[in-house]
């Protein structure tokens, strides 16, 4: 009888530390939520500097390209 009542209890007590685990995994699953929420601000303020970046630099880029086929059609002069 007595070891029946210790498996009870032993079994009341793990109900309970499944519990806790899943009220543990709920708020951890709710600040990972929040978490992923809030840097997605940041990601999609990093993207738009990227976007505005590319756009400042594409001209200076293309610039660039031109001297370097400048350049090249210049240097096939002389083979």
Do not use: C, W
Not at 38 to 63: G, Y
């Amino acid at each position: 009888m007595n070891k029946l009542v210790n498996t009870v209890k032993d079994l009341i007590q793990d109900i309970s530390s499944v519990q806790n685990a899943g009220q543990d995994l709920s708020e951890s699953i709710a600040r990972l939520q929040k978490a992923l929420a809030d840097s997605q601000e940041q990601v999609d303020a990093i993207n738009h500097s990227i976007d505005e970046f590319k756009f400042k630099t594409q001209p200076r880029l293309e610039h660039i390209q031109q001297l370097q086929a400048k350049m090249q059609d210049e240097l096939n002069k002389f083979e």
